[in-house]
C-alpha cells in the first residue's frame, strides 16, 4: 500500500483518492517552489527562527493530541483535532506570516511555514483530520 492509499482522509472516505493524487501534484509543485526559494536564499535565512517556526506548528498542533491519543483507542477531545487544523492551515500559516512580517519584518526564515505545510501535504498526503476519529 503507497503513502497515497495509507492517507487517512482517504481511509476515512473524506477524499476520493484521484482528488487527493491531484491536490498532492498540487502541494508537491508549490512545495518545490519554496524549497527553491530558501536554497536561492540560504545564506538569508535566520535559521534559529526557521526552526522555531517549522517546529511550532507541530507541537503546538500536532504533540498535544498525539501524546493524548498514545496508549487509547477511542477518539480523544475534538479540541486536539482543531488545534491541528488550525496550525496546519495554510490561511493560519499565512496570517502568523503577515503578523511576523509587519511587527518584526520580513525574513526568509518564515519560508519554514509553507515548507513544513507543503511538506505534509505533498509527501505525507496529510490533510486536516476529523473530529470523532483516532488523532493519528
Known sequence: MTALHAS?????????RGVLLRLRIEYTVALVGCIALAVWHIDEIRWPAFV??????????????????R?????????YHALYNVTHSLAFGAAVALAWSLLLGFEWAL??????????RAVFGNLFKRPGTRFT
Do not use: K, N, T
Not at 509553507?114 to 505534509?120: A, I, K, M, Q, S
Open 8 to 16: 487517512p482522509a482517504c481511509d476515512a472516505g473524506a477524499v476520493d
Open 52 to 69: 522555531a517556526l517549522f517546529a511550532a506548528i507541530d507541537v503546538v498542533g500536532f504533540l498535544p493530541g498525539a501524546l493524548a491519543q
Open 71 to 79: 496508549g487509547r483507542s477511542e477518539a480523544v477531545s475534538a479540541v
Open 111 to 120: 519560508l519554514a511555514i509553507p515548507l513544513h505545510l507543503l511538506g505534509d
